[in-house]
């Protein structure tokens, strides 16, 4: 007897490195990760685009342009793809959420020394590097091992 095979299912999210005309790094402070950059879950019928602005606006209270896919994350423990984009601030007062209870503009010296989960700080050094090409990260976390990179060189 053969066991049902299962169609791979995996969770879609978006994340923004936002940057505002100082060029200052938008963080948000969450429960679960501490400070990292908005993002989350795209909602099924949602554009990577249209899902992103949804979280930056949730989590931050600003209204962001997305600019260019600079990184892609896979973490292999929950099967979740994070596409991660650079994007410029266009208006909005910083407003904590429920999700966010923190929500602040930092250095970006101050934003690499705030963020403490692993995957989270490989993505914020990849943008920042501001390769010409995409930089793929595939990792399992508990404890956070890199399994798999593709960077330019």
Known sequence: MSLPIEAP??????????????GQILLV???RRGWEIPGG???????L????????????????????????????????????????????QLRPSDETPEVRWVSSEGALEMISHPAILQSVVD??????????????????QLVESHAPH
């Open 9 to 22: 299912r995996h969770i879609v999210a978006a994340s923004a490195l936002v940057r505002n005309d100082k």
């Open 29 to 31: 402070r969450t429960h």
């Open 41 to 47: 879950q795209i909602e099924i019928g949602e554009s």
């Open 49 to 92: 685009i249209a899902g992103l602005k949804r979280e930056v606006l949730e989590e931050s209270g600003v209204q962001v342009e997305i600019g260019r896919l600079a990184a892609l994350r896979s973490n292999l423990t929950s099967s979740i793809v994070i596409f991660c984009f650079e994007a410029r601030y266009l208006g909005g």
């Open 127 to 144: 943008v920042l590097a501001e390769a010409p090409d995409l930089i793929y990260r595939a990792y399992q976390v508990d404890p956070y």
